[in-house]
């Protein structure tokens, strides 16, 4: 694939937009699609894993978060830990939800707000939390380094929303507790990160591979923009 047709490639398949952030948008791609952009920036770009953990409500009224348009995520790679809330207009995670055991919603997804903070050495917090849900609401996830222009920490803003209460599956708005809280999946990510120049502007292009419960795998291509 020559440069000038890989550029009107990503030109194109970044208007089938999974979702919109601030300085980011997304898209799914395909087997063959994944493996050619691979190809064609063999050797540039840099690797790295990425092991995602994803927590929701368990018994008796499983995925409450995920039916309330709330995705909680707390990623590790090498010793940092990243944890992620998004708060998405439409519930329902297309591929996110493969992550989960049979059961979970599924549909389109929009994502809205995100809140993210990230740990510079969480390996240690990553390990209570995987035994222990509930220790994401002590002292030291109160803490963390912002990731993104929104400055409401995600702990907070989660904090708020299950004392405000989630809607149950008959209709009612119930307070939920921090200790129905599980880790109900995980995925793991190899992405490479790819600097390239399009129109005179420096951008970085992230190829990413996921690999989810049952065998599945997820492509998605993500370009950071200035």
Request: hydrophobic share 35%; net charge negative.
């Given at each position: 694939m020559t440069r000038r047709r890989t550029l009107i490639f990503l030109f194109l398949a970044c208007f089938q937009i999974s979702s919109w952030g601030e300085n980011e948008f997304k898209s799914y791609l395909s087997n063959d699609g994944f493996s050619r952009l691979q190809a064609h920036y063999q050797g540039q770009?840099?690797?790295?894993?990425?092991?995602?953990?994803?927590?929701?409500?368990?018994?008796?009224?499983?995925?409450?978060?995920?039916?309330?348009?709330?995705?909680?995520?707390?990623?590790?790679?090498?010793?940092?830990?990243?944890?992620?809330?998004?708060?998405?207009?439409?519930?329902?995670?297309?591929?996110?939800?493969?992550?989960?055991?049979?059961?979970?919603?599924?549909?389109?997804?929009?994502?809205?707000?995100?809140?993210?903070?990230?740990?510079?050495?969480g390996r240690e917090?990553?390990?209570?939390?995987?035994?222990?849900?509930?220790?994401?609401?002590?002292?030291?996830?109160?803490?963390?380094?912002?990731?993104?222009?929104?400055?409401?920490?995600?702990?907070?803003?989660?904090?708020?929303?299950?004392?405000?209460?989630?809607?149950l599956p008959d209709g009612r708005l119930s307070p939920v507790g921090i200790g129905s809280l599980r880790?109900?999946?995980?995925?793991?990510?190899?992405?490479t990160k790819i600097p390239i120049t399009l129109a005179g502007t420096k951008l970085i292009l992230e190829l990413d591979r996921t690999d989810y419960p049952r065998g599945y795998v997820g492509y998605e291509l993500e370009m950071e923009v200035p």
């Open positions: 770009g840099k690797q790295k894993e990425q092991i995602n953990y994803y927590f929701d409500t368990a018994e008796p009224h499983p995925f409450l978060l995920l039916e309330n348009g709330i995705d909680l995520r707390l990623r590790q790679s090498g010793d940092k830990a990243v944890l992620t809330v998004k708060d998405c207009h439409q519930v329902n995670f297309g591929i996110l939800r493969l992550a989960f055991p049979p059961g979970a919603p599924s549909g389109p997804t929009r994502d809205l707000d995100e809140y993210e903070v990230e740990f510079p050495e917090l990553l390990d209570q939390v995987l035994s222990d849900p509930s220790r994401l609401f002590d002292v030291p996830f109160q803490g963390g380094n912002f990731t993104t222009e929104n400055r409401i920490h995600p702990i907070a803003f989660l904090s708020q929303k299950l004392a405000a209460g989630l809607l880790c109900l999946g995980k995925s793991r990510t190899l992405r």
